[in-house]
C-alpha cells in the first residue's frame, strides 16, 4: 500500500450508513467499500436498503448488511447497532446521512411538518450519533461519525421556501461542533459535510423551473453528482483527519462562495 492508498484506506473498518438505500448514502457506501470498509445499511426503505448492501457486496467484496431502522426512534436504533456489532464483529465509522426535505414557506408548513422535518434531519442525527457513541465507548473502541449536513445550514436557498430544512441543518453544523468537543475524551471525532446541489432522487424530481435556477445561480452551473461527496466522507472517516474534528467540508460548486 502507497502512503496515500493508507492515508485514505478504510480497511479493516465496519461503517454503518444511514439513508443508504439511494441517493447520497448509496453511492458513498459503494465508494467507502472500495477503499475497504465493510458497510451496514440504515435505512427506512426495506428492499431497497437490502438490494443496496447486497449490490454493494457484490461489486467489492466486502461484507455487508442492511436493517430497517427509523432513524427517529432511538429505541431501534439502538437495537439495530448491537444487531449490526453483532453481525460485523465490531462498528468504528458512521456516515450520518438520512434526510428529508419539505418545499413549503414559514407560513403554509403545518406544525406536523415542521416536526417531521426536524425530527428526522436534526433529531435523527443526534440520536444516531449518541447511540453510536455509546457502542463505541461501552466496547472500549475509538471511532469517527460524519453527519451530512447541509449549505442550506449557511445560507437560504431560492426560489423554494423551506425553513424547516434550513433551519435543521444549520442545527446539524453546530450539534456537529459540540458532539465533537464532548466526545474529545472518548477517542471519537465527529464532522460533517455541507453539499450543495447533488444530482439524486431528492433533486432531480423537483421542478423544472427551480432545477434551472439552482444551477443559475451555482459559479459552476451544474450538479455536483454524488461520487463528487465521497472523498470528503472518506477523508473525515479515515484516519488522516486524526487531527480533525467538529468541522463542516463545503462541497458546493462554490454555491457559498458568492
Ligand atoms: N441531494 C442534494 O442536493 C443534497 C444537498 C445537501 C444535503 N443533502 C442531504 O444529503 C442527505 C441524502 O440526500 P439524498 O439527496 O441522497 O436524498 P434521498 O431522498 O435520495 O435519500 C435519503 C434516504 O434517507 C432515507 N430516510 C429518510 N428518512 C429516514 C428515516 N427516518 N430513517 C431512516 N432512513 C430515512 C430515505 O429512505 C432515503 O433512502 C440528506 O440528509 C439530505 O438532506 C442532499
Known amino acids: 500500500m502507497t502512503t496515500l492508498e493508507k492515508l485514505f484506506s478504510l480497511q479493516g473498518k465496519v461503517a454503518i450508513v444511514t439513508g443508504g438505500a439511494q441517493g447520497i448514502g448509496k453511492c458513498v457506501a459503494a465508494c467507502m467499500a472500495e477503499v475497504g470498509a465493510d458497510i451496514v445499511i440504515f435505512d427506512l426503505q ?122 435543521s441543518k444549520a442545527g446539524v453544523i453546530q450539534l456537529t461542533k459540540s458532539l465533537a468537543v464532548e466526545y474529545v475524551k472518548d477517542g471519537i471525532r465527529v464532522n460533517c459535510i455541507s453539499p450543495g446541489y447533488i444530482y439524486t432522487e431528492l433533486t432531480g424530481t423537483m421542478r423544472k423551473d427551480w432545477q434551472e435556477k439552482w444551477m443559475d445561480i451555482t459559479p459552476y452551473g451544474r450538479y455536483g453528482q454524488p461520487e463528487e461527496l465521497a472523498g470528503a466522507v472518506i477523508y473525515l472517516l479515515s484516519d488522516s483527519a486524526s487531527f480533525t474534528s467538529g468541522t463542516d467540508l463545503i462541497v458546493d460548486g462554490c454555491y457559498t462562495a458568492v
Not at 448492501?53 to 448488511?65: C, F, L, R, S, V
Not at 453481525?87 to 414559514?106: Q, R
Not at 436534526?122 to 471511532?143: D, P, Q, S, W
Request: glycine share 6%.
Open 46 to 167: 426495506k428492499e431497497k436498503a437490502e438490494a443496496a448492501a447486497k449490490e454493494i457486496g457484490e461489486k467489492t467484496g466486502k461484507k455487508t448488511m442492511a436493517l430497517t431502522v427509523d432513524v427517529t426512534k432511538p429505541d431501534q436504533i439502538a437495537a439495530a447497532i448491537a444487531k449490526a456489532g453483532e453481525e460485523m464483529g465490531t462498528l468504528d465509522l458512521l456516515f450520518n446521512n438520512a434526510g428529508i426535505a419539505v418545499h413549503k414557506s414559514a407560513h403554509d408548513v403545518t406544525p406536523e411538518e415542521w416536526l417531521k422535518v426536524i425530527n428526522v434531519n436534526l433529531n435523527g442525527i443526534y440520536f444516531m450519533a449518541v447511540e453510536f457513541a455509546r457502542y463505541l465507548v461501552k466496547n472500549h473502541r475509538k471511532g469517527a461519525i460524519c453527519n451530512t449536513a447541509s449549505m442550506s445550514g449557511h445560507i437560504v436557498n431560492r426560489p423554494q421556501e423551506q425553513a424547516s430544512y434550513n433551519a
